[in-house]
Structure formats: C-alpha cells, structure tokens
C-alpha cells in the first residue's frame, strides 16, 4: 500500500501516463481517418527500430531536440518560461552557417568557431529578452514570441544575401565549408550502420547535459538561480541579485539553444533553406523538457524519444498515414503533463483520505 | 498623381485583405487577455478555423455557413484550452504551446486523410467564397472599385469590433468579464462565477480567431495550405498588447500591421525593399512600444494566474 502511494505520487508516473494518453488519442485520430493504428504505430516502431542504421538516425534527429529540451529546462529552473528557443535556436543556425561558410579554416578550430558564434548568437537573442525584462518589466512570453518571428525573416534575409545565397539560384543558401562540418569521416561512420549522417552532435549533447547537470546542481550559480526559480523574493532577501541571475540564465539558456542550431546545421542540413513556416525545433524542446520533468540527464531520453518520433513519422506515409499524428500525439502529452498535477492532487488526496477511513 | 491615386487605392484593397484575418483574432485575444487567461494558441485555433472554413465551402458550397463553422471549430480549441486553463488550473502558456501543436496537426492530418494525402486542399469554387461588396458597380482597375470592392466580411469585422467594444464597457458582462482579469477573488465574493465568465471568454476567443482564420481561405486564398498562417495569430496577440489590451486599441494595430502588410504587397512587386525585412515591422513596432510605452501600461493583474474556487 505504501509503495503503491509512493508512485501515485511521483512525477513519472503522470508522465508515462500522459504519453500513453498521447498514444491513445493518436490511435482515434488514426481510426477515424481510417487507417488501422496498429499499422501505423507498428510502422512507426519498425521505422525506427527497423536497421541498425534507423537506430542511428534517431539519435541525428534526437542531437538538437536535446539541445532546445536543455535550453528550456534550464530556464524553466529559475521561473523562467523560454518560448523564445526557436528564436534562438534560428540565430544560432544563422551564425554558424555565416561562420561556415564566410570563413576557410583548419577543420577543428573552424568547428569551434562556429559553435561559438552560434553560442553568442543565442545568448545575445535571450539577453536582449531579459534586459527588457528586468530594466522594463516587460513579460518576457511576449518579446519571445516576438524575437521568434524577427529570427525568422532575419534568416530569410540573410540567407538571401549574395555572398550567402546559393550559387545558381534555389531557396536555400550556401553549404558550409567541409571544415565546419561535424559529420564522421567514412571510417567512423561505417561504426554508425554506414548512416551518412552520423555526426559529433549526440555525444556533444550528453556532454552538455553533464555540464548543465553540474552548474544547476553543483556550483553557486546554479545554487542562486534555483533560489531564484523557488522564490523571487526570499532570494532577494537572502541577498541574491536576482535581475543579474534572471539575466544569467536567460543567455545561458539562449546559448544552448543556439548550440541546438549549430548541431543540426553542421550534422544534418549543411545549409539553411527558406522557412516558410517555423522549424519547431525550439516548441519540440519544451515537450523534450516537460517530459524530463526539467531535469538536464532526463532531456537525453525525452530527446531521443522525441527524435525516434519525429524520425519514425517520416516513414508513415509508406503506409499512407499522415506524419502529423506525431504532433498530435506530442501535443496531447503537453496537455496532459499541463494538467497532470490537478490529476495527481485529486488522486492523492483520495489515497489520503481512504487511507484515513481503514 | 494618376499613378499615387492607383497605388493608394491598392495599398487600402491590400489592407483591407491584410486586416480582417488579425482584427477577429485579436478581438477574441482581447476576451481571453481581459479575462485572465492568456491564450497563445490564438495561432493554432487560426490554422484549424482556416481548414474547417476551406472544407466546408469546398463540400457545401456556402461561403457563409463555412464561415461560421470555423469559427465553431477555433470554438471547440478555446473550450479544450477553457477546461486544462480553467477547471485545472494548468499553466496558460504551456496549454496555449499545446493548442498549437494540435490544432494545426489535427488540421494537416484530416486534410491528408481526407484529400488523397495532400496536404493542401482542393480550391473552393469562387461562389463558395464569401461575396464582395459593391462588387460590378465601379469600374475595374478604377480607385474606387480598388477600395471599396472587398470581402463583406472585411467589413464585417469593423462592425465586430464595435459591438466587443460596446460589450467590453457598455455592458454588464463585460465589466463582469474585465473585473475577473484584475481581482477574480473580489468577483466571487460579489457572487459572480469567475469559471463561467471565463470559459465564456475563452471560448469567444476561439470562435473569433477561427474566423480570422476562416477569412483567409474563403477570402484572401481560397484554399488550405500548412503555412497558411504563419505567424498571424502570433501578430494579432502583439496588437492586443500594443493596443493595451483594449478592443478600440487593437483595431488601431492592426490596422497599423494591415497595412504594414499592405506595403510589403506593394514593394515585393517593385522590389525595393526586401520584403523579409518588411514582414519584421509589426513585430520590432511591437518590441519598439513594450519599451517605450506599453512598458508602463498595466497587463490585466490576474492575467496568467491559475484561479482556485473557495472551498
């Protein structure tokens, strides 16, 4: 009885249930549509788990979302909501392609480069948000929102430039330079399955996750920045500057997700083609974050669940199902984490209550 | 000057096609806002009034009714957001992230599913658009016929506009309704059902946004595409903001983004200005206010905050 009260009251549990229920949804939509779930959810599976090589696939398209997903858990950690990932997420792709492309480098130090520049990149895009924020008091929804559309017809733009866009017309830029290009030399990739995609991106990715483990668990910052997210006003109390904490969170957050863009540029896309809607990449890191229930070590699994959907998805129209039942079912998790802890309330109230009458 | 005549008789027809869309979702933003939820998938609710209205009028043939029936299907968003919002106080911005992945998912999906799996649907019939007005009584090509021959429901929304206005401060309910977004907990001590009031809002807010999503495919494009929106609902959220979360003040924004629009329809032709950097103005004009004005001016106090009945 005890144990049983312990897991109606544990995070994961409501979150299991919460992509079960996705699932569930998802299968109506599919009968609906007349197309059998089984088909398509068994499609899904084997499209992922199908070749050794598939496998590797997910971890490609796992690599940014893991990225995105920290960016947001981190700052979901200081009371801070940031929507504004996609933003940054675009101008850190942004700058690592003109670095990749503008610039003829020995290979690593050009990697590194480009990482940086994506880095200042998100950071400056989030900055700015937070500088509104703690000199204004402007909600910073808002100018994230904001910032999103302006990264997304500033990359429009700038992939438009002349010395960017590509040679011989079509809606895309430039590729960077080999040098700038994360993906595994032949050898290394023959390990992978042969996948010609195979790339640095998810090894780098648990790296960071490792870092940010540490700075939100381990250093001072991290300790101000928690005491920030729990309560604004005793932090302060307790002598914690927390505009200059809030902001510090903010660029980190914005750096992470600017390292998101760079890895799937330099990994995956090797161009920028022109967005006539938005990726979604920096949305799908909230639902990566949600999922970990915010914590950094947990965005490397919701990351390469959501990457096994998304890359699982790309296979369904072999069996004639649409591809947006993966935004479907991710939408129907967020809501159900969204109001999971009314549910668990309930619940646990009831075990309480029941437990009182035996 | 014959020529300034032609353009400016352009630039009014490309606002007057520009506008509608972010007026009705930013009225029915207004609702939401002032009642204390914040409704961000405002986007979402547009994308799925888009598809049901292009659906309907492409099977029934009646530009009206498939109308109306995208504002019904913004309607069912807004009662989901109403209940995770509301009745379990779920946190506003990450139900309002959810309203649009589903929506705009669920709209592609039953596109595919229902036209041979693609992802735009077929084009509805000129008669099953939504008539224009005063449509053959001025000569083609003229300044007049220019700007006066537009959709009705163009006119419509002006007319909407002052109704949500006289609703907002003439009426009970809409002091009722403004009252929740600043002290609900003040509300239900006089006796009022801040639930009620608010599912209320949030539904109108979905209704209001399927239609501005309904006038892009039965008016200004005449079927559904995946990227038939984007980023409209997002711009009528920002008028909301800048025109201070007042109805009066969002027609005047987005009039002011219409026509933004209006110009970048204009010079993409001539190629001027590149018309990526024109597509930025209504949101650096949004950032530009919040810090030089609406910085100051006061968000409804309640906004965003869940809202727990007494026991």
């Known amino acids: 009885m005890v144990k049983r009260k312990g897991i109606l009251y544990s995070h994961a549990f409501y979150t299991l249930l919460s992509i079960l229920f996705g699932f569930i949804v998802g299968a109506v939509l599919l009968a609906a549509a007349g197309i059998n779930p089984a088909l398509a959810y068994g499609k899904l599976v084997s499209g992922v788990f199908g070749k050794y090589k598939y496998i590797v696939y997910a971890f490609v398209y796992a690599s940014p979302l893991i990225f995105t997903g920290l960016s947001v858990a981190f700052s979901f950690r200081t009371g801070i909501f940031n929507i504004g990932a996609e933003g940054q997420y675009v101008v850190g792709s942004l700058a690592a392609l003109a670095v990749g492309v503008l610039f003829e480098l020995p290979p690593v130090l050009h990697v590194i480069l480009c990482f940086a520049a994506a880095m200042a990149a998100g950071a400056l895009w989030g900055s700015i948000v937070a500088l509104m924020k703690t000199r204004k008091g402007i909600n910073e929804v808002l100018s994230y929102i904001m910032f999103n559309w302006i990264a997304f017809y500033l990359s429009n733009y700038v992939i438009n430039l002349t010395v960017i866009h590509k040679v011989g017309g079509g809606e895309a830029s430039r590729d960077i330079n080999p040098s700038a290009s994360i993906i595994f030399p032949e050898a290394v990739r023959d390990i992978f399955g042969g996948n010609k995609n195979a790339n640095l991106g998810f090894f780098l990715a648990v790296l960071v996750a490792v870092i940010v483990w540490v700075i939100i668990n381990k250093t001072t910052l991290g300790y101000k920045l928690r005491a920030v997210g729990f309560n604004n006003h005793a932090a302060q109390y307790g002598g914690i500057n927390s505009d200059r904490a809030v902001t510090t969170a903010m660029a980190i957050s914005g750096a992470l997700a600017g390292l998101g863009g760079a890895v799937q540029l330099m990994g995956m896309g090797n161009r920028i083609s022109q967005f006539s809607a938005q990726e979604g990449f920096g949305f799908q890191g909230i639902t990566v974050a949600l999922i970990a229930g915010s914590s950094p070590i947990g965005c490397i699994f919701s990351g390469l669940f959501y990457g096994a959907m998304k890359y699982g998805g790309t296979k369904l129209s072999m069996v004639d199902a649409p591809q947006e039942v993966v935004d479907i079912i991710m939408g129907t998790i967020i809501l159900f984490i969204a109001v999971s802890h009314v549910l668990r309330r309930v619940i646990t109230a009831k075990v309480e209550k029941g437990g009182r009458k035996a | ?311």
């Open chain 2, 1 to 311: 000057m014959n020529s300034f005549i032609t353009n400016l008789g352009l630039l009014i027809n490309a606002t007057m096609i520009a506008t509608p869309p972010l007026l009705y979702a930013a009225l029915g933003s207004c609702f939401s806002e002032r009642s204390g939820v914040v409704n961000i998938g405002i986007e979402g609710m547009m994308t799925i009034g888009a598809f049901t209205g292009a659906v309907v009028a492409y099977y029934t043939g009646n530009g009206w009714f498939a109308f109306f029936c995208g504002g019904l299907a913004g309607a069912l968003f807004g009662l989901i957001h109403a209940v995770a919002c509301i009745s379990f106080q779920a946190d506003q911005t990450i139900s309002g992230t959810a309203i649009n992945f589903l929506a705009p998912g669920i709209a592609v999906f039953m596109c595919k599913a229902l036209f041979d799996n693609s992802s735009d649907s077929p084009a509805v019939d000129t008669a099953a658009k939504i008539p224009k007005l005063f449509s053959g009584i001025f000569p083609v090509g003229s300044f007049w016929n220019n700007a006066l021959n537009n959709y009705a429901a163009a006119y419509l929304v002006f007319v909407v506009a002052a109704i949500v206005w006289f609703v907002f401060f003439k009426t009970r309910f809409g002091m009722r309704l403004r009252a929740c977004g600043e002290h609900p907990r003040a509300c239900e001590t006089l006796g009022i059902d801040v639930f009620k009031v608010r599912y209320i809002c949030v539904i109108l807010s979905g209704f209001l946004a399927g239609l501005g999503g309904a006038y892009v495919t039965l008016a200004t494009v005449s079927q559904f595409r995946p990227s038939i929106i984007v980023g409209q609902g997002f711009i009528a959220i920002a008028a909301v903001i800048f025109g201070k979360f007042n109805p009066q003040g969002a027609t005047l924004a987005c009039l002011l983004f219409g026509v933004c629009t209006g110009l970048k329809t204009l010079a993409s032709s001539s190629n001027v200005v590149s018309p990526n950097l024109i597509s930025m103005i209504p949101y650096v004009v949004t950032i530009l206010a919040l810090i030089l004005f609406v910085g100051h001016a006061r968000v409804p106090a309640a906004n965003g905050k869940p809202f727990y009945k007494a026991q």
